[in-house]
Structure formats: C-alpha cells, structure tokens
C-alpha cells in the first residue's frame, strides 16, 4: 500500500451503511495495470457486464497488507480471508444487457462479507451508485430479508414491466438512487456486499476491452472467517 494514503468513512442512505473511501490506494498502480495488460480475459458468470481475469494470490496480498485495522473498525470484521479477486473490464454494450444487469445487486448476503473495488481506469469511467429499493425500503439485504425483497422485485417487474436496455442511472420505477462515489485512478472503495449497489456508467464512455484504455478494476471479496 502507498504510505500517504488518504481515508474517508462514509455513511449510505437511511440505514448509514459504513462505506470506506481510499485515495492514492497503493503505492504503484501503473505496475497493476501492465499486469492485468498480461492476463487473459473471459465472461464469469452472468451478472457481472463484461471480462474477467483472476489476480495472482500475491498482488491481492500486496493490496490488502495494512487494510486489517480499519476494516475491524468500521465494519466489526476482525479475522477475515479473501474469497476471490479480479481484474475487471465493462464491455457490455447497453443494447446487449440482460435483465439482471440492468438493476442494482447484491454480491451476497452475509453482513460479514466485504466488496473492496479498486479503480485503475485513468479516463473518466463513472463510479460507483448505491440504491434502495422503494417497495420495501431495503438499502441491503440480508437472509432474513431476501424472500420480502425478491417478492417485491417480482411485483415491481410485473407492474412496471422489465427495465430498458440501459445501464441504470439515477431514480427508476423501482430504485431509488441513494448515493454515489466517483471513479479516480487509484481510488478504492470498501463496502459490505449485501448493500444495493451498480456501477455507475456514463452513456458516452467507450468500453474498451484492452485494459490500458478500459474501465479497468480490481475486485475483490472478503468474507469474515469464524472466530
């Protein structure tokens, strides 16, 4: 990690969902770009809207040392390890978005699960958005809440109809837009996974598979491990 990292603690929405805001994140974000320039990339699964490739076990290590200490101050999380990480590229097309990848989402829903998202983008390439859903309230989802906020998407889809094929961005029928952080190149973001959130992607922005130009990310998954 770079020595003169900045920290900001933010708060989401009416439910005040702690969110940590690093700047100038590590010490050398260029070498994370020649080395996601060096992977290959593929589609993982349905729901993220674009390439993947995975981050070798150390740059995770490398990113993460230092991390520990404010993790267990603001989330509550004292022992956690890292479930997966990945240098990430958007490269859907709006006109080619599924459904899915039209709403906000969730990574999970455990409280202790944690989404750390580094932006190494240099061009201007939108954030990050968080939402509520406006039938239930909801600005996170947990297990006990998940059957109510599937049934309301269900409802809402029913009533509304589907969402376009758009990337979101500010208030739908069914979302309310509650905040949102600004991609910066070596900006990272730390959040809990069960809080509603997308990516925030402006209309005119290229989306470039090659990671030197692309909306290039690391994304990592923490979950706390059992005391």
């Known amino acids: 990690m770079n020595p003169s990292w900045r920290a900001e603690v933010m708060h989401l929405g009416t439910e005040r969902q702690p969110l940590l805001l690093l700047d100038d994140f590590v ?4 070498a994370l770009v020649e080395d996601a320039c060096r992977r290959d990339y593929a589609v993982h699964g349905a729901y993220y809207p ?9 740059r995770v290590r490398g990113f993460l040392h230092g991390l520990d200490a404010l993790i267990a101050e603001v989330f ?3 022992r956690g390890q890292v479930l997966e990480a990945w240098y990430s590229l958007v490269t859907t097309p709006a006109a080619r978005l599924a459904p899915i990848q039209r709403l906000p989402h969730f990574d999970g829903l455990e409280p202790g699960r944690l989404a750390l998202l580094h932006y ?3 061009a201007a390439s939108g954030g990050t958005a968080f939402y509520r859903q406006r039938g239930t309230g909801y600005e996170s989802v947990d297990a006990a809440r998940y059957p109510h906020y599937k049934a309301q998407l269900e409802a809402d889809a029913a009533r509304h109809g589907l969402p376009p094929a758009a990337y979101i961005a500010g208030d739908t029928p069914l979302f309310e837009h509650i905040a949102r952080v600004e991609a910066r190149y070596n900006r990272a973001i730390l959040y809990r996974g069960n809080v509603l959130h997308c990516a925030d992607i402006p209309t005119d922005l290229h989306l470039s598979s090659d990671p030197a130009r692309g909306r290039l990310t690391v994304n990592t998954f923490l979950c706390e491990l059992p005391a």
């Open 120 to 122: 190494l983008g240099r």
């Open 50 to 58: 674009g390439v993947r490739a995975a981050v070798p076990a150390e």
């Open 76 to 78: 509550g999380i004292k």
């Open 27 to 30: 010490a050398d974000p260029q």
